[in-house]
């Protein structure tokens, strides 16, 4: 049988009497794999995507687990790799069956729309591209004109279905219709300017084992002098490296072992940090710079949709030793896609906040810190990719995630920040509230009710250190002493973390400062307010806000000014 009529059958045939279409492949290891081949043209390293990696995948998900529309356009994009000619016109007379067949049952669901008019697209951005690189040689002239054929018999399939679809194929048709005509001038010894890997192989739908790329497949991508070998019972690979093509299979292949041993280690221990800084350097080994974008948006693929939900159900019934599993495996493919670590965190702190545990005390705090490091330290060497969007206008880093990010703090300072028993809530802020004779006795007491709201902090949580101390705003007559206790307060939260909602307090102050002109009554007051918004705003982003702030700040207290001149823009 040949691998055409292979083809042909796994889109086809039905998944099994009782579910012909089967069910959703988008949060299997094989879709993700599917989407990071097909992604590989958009790589930072330049490494060109393996037309015959996609078909070997897309084949055995149609096959044997979804009818989906997006993993079949893909599919007929490696088979146009191909078979060319012959294989553009079977995709096209596949598609119209799979339609007949498949339409109102098949993946993602009719409801979705958006999802499959996005397959159309791009296909239609695959086929022009294709068509205008590969011009017909005089053999194929009757494929050609199949191929026109099927496209206006496609249309009008399209055009009758329910909902105004479409498969935009003009520009296609058009070059088409100038490579036939340019045809009969050639002479019958022209052939195109290159030609492909003999069809056959190229074609071969080789098995995969799970999600891996085929170690057994690399000979087809590198070139002759390269040498490839592999043993099986824990042998090892060698690529000799004589090219951009052989760095490019060196690069995955290395990323392909790296995903494995992070796996490993992750099964054996959840609270290793080598897991976790494994799997990262695999993912981020390729990327130099930042993805190519216009106004923030790339065309990079985001998360499917329903593994987004899925993750979300994980956590919402506390599995989260398979959310963590699950979420790693989708990071080792996804680079940019900076909400996953943060959700990572986000359930290793949960495990840490269970019975007997509190936050940033349990097993999982070394992990949590390594991940929080280098997502830290990747954001920072790309400056600006946290703003960045994937092509469905996802955000790289969601509201949640960014405040994530400007939480965390670099290595030498984290023991600095950390709130502890017994600590002080001061190394925020460049200079302290300072306190005459008079008031000794408010300096005391403040001072026990920073020490009682952070051990409250550490039995409790942030609400109830909080609580503390804003009763102790709520107790105070004199507005001078409610001012400073605000402070107290705010600093507690930003020491904490809680920018967004130190955010908030501090709106609060500024608003009353400005009513009442306490820049030139209470300038020490002021002072430190103004401080504190200069390291909220900062943390949270708010560039466009920093500059006005940093202006008052030298106006009102020009020495902290100058102390805190790092934030002016």
């Known amino acids: 049988m040949s691998s055409l009529s292979s083809w042909r059958h796994a889109v086809l045939n039905p998944i099994d009497e009782g579910s012909a279409a089967g069910s959703s492949a988008r949060l299997g290891e094989k879709f993700d794999a599917l989407q990071q081949e097909v992604g590989n043209d958009l790589a930072l390293v330049g490494e060109a995507t393996d037309w015959r990696i996609v078909l070997t995948l897309s084949h055995e998900i149609l096959e044997a687990q979804s009818k989906d529309l997006l993993v079949l356009v893909y599919s007929m994009r490696s088979i146009i790799e191909a078979y060319r000619y012959e294989g553009f016109n079977e995709t096209l007379t596949v598609l119209q069956s799979y339609i007949d067949q498949y339409w109102g049952d098949s993946f993602p669901p009719l409801k979705r729309k958006r999802a499959r008019v996005a397959a159309f697209e791009w296909l239609a951005q695959q086929l022009e591209q294709w068509v205008g690189r590969h011009k017909p040689n005089r053999d194929e002239i009757d494929s050609v004109k199949s191929v026109l054929a099927s496209i206006e018999s496609l249309d009008q399939r399209l055009t009758a279905l329910d909902g105004e679809w479409s498969l935009d194929l003009f520009t296609v048709k058009r070059s088409l219709n100038e490579h036939l005509s340019s045809l009969p001038a050639e002479t019958k010894s022209e052939t195109p300017t290159s030609q492909p890997i003999p069809e056959k192989r190229q074609a071969e739908v080789v098995p995969i084992n799970g999600a891996n790329m085929p170690s057994g497949d690399a ?7 390269h040498t490839l070998s592999s043993t099986g019972g824990g042998g090892s690979q060698s690529i000799t ?11 995955r292949h290395t990323q392909s072992l790296l995903k494995e041993l992070a796996k490993y280690r992750l099964s054996k221990n959840l609270a290793d940090p080598r897991a976790y800084e494994i799997n990262r350097f695999s993912v981020w080994l390729p990327v130099a710079e930042l993805p190519r974008h216009q106004n923030g948006l790339t065309p990079l693929r985001a998360i499917p949709l329903e593994k987004r939900h899925f993750f979300d159900t994980l956590f919402q019934q506390r599995q989260y030793q398979i959310l ?7 990071l080792s493919n996804a680079p940019f896609w900076l909400d996953g670590h943060r ?3 986000d359930a290793l702190n949960a495990i ?20 929080a490091t280098l997502t830290k330290v990747f954001v920072s060497k790309l400056e600006g990719v946290e703003c960045l969007r994937f092509s469905d206008d996802t955000p790289f880093a969601d509201d949640k995630t960014q405040l994530w990010l400007a939480g965390i703090e670099s290595s030498s300072s984290d023991a600095a ?3 502890d028993e017994g600590s002080t809530l001061s190394p925020l802020i460049v200079t302290s509230l300072s306190y005459d004779g008079e008031s000794e006795a408010q300096g005391q007491t403040e001072s026990k009710l920073i020490k009682d709201s952070n051990k409250a902090y550490k ?34 939260c930003l020491n904490a973390k ?8 501090l709106t609060e102050l500024d608003e009353l400062t400005l009513k009442h002109k306490l820049d030139e009554w209470e300038p020490e007051l002021v002072s430190s307010m103004l401080s504190m918004m200069l390291i909220c705003k900062s943390k949270l982003k708010r560039n466009q806000t920093v500059d006005s702030y940093y202006q008052r700040l030298v106006r009102v207290d020009t020495k902290r000014g100058y102390e805190m001149k790092s934030f002016a823009r």
């Open 219 to 225: 000979d087809l991508v590198t070139t002759q002098q």
């Open 241 to 251: 490296i004589i090219d951009d093509k052989s760095y490019n299979q060196s690069i």
């Open 324 to 330: 963590i599993n699950e979420l790693e495996s989708s």
């Open 343 to 345: 959700m990572v965190v």
């Open 352 to 371: 840490d906040a269970g019975p007997g545990l509190t936050n940033g005390s349990g097993v999982h705090q070394k992990a949590i810190e390594t991940i």
């Open 417 to 419: 920040h950390q709130i």
């Open 459 to 492: 039995e409790s949580g942030f609400s109830q250190g909080f609580a503390i101390l804003d009763q102790y705003c709520l107790n105070q007559n004199s507005k001078q002493v409610w001012y400073r206790a605000r402070l107290l307060s705010i600093e507690y």
């Open 498 to 505: 809680e920018f967004l909602f130190a955010e908030q307090l």
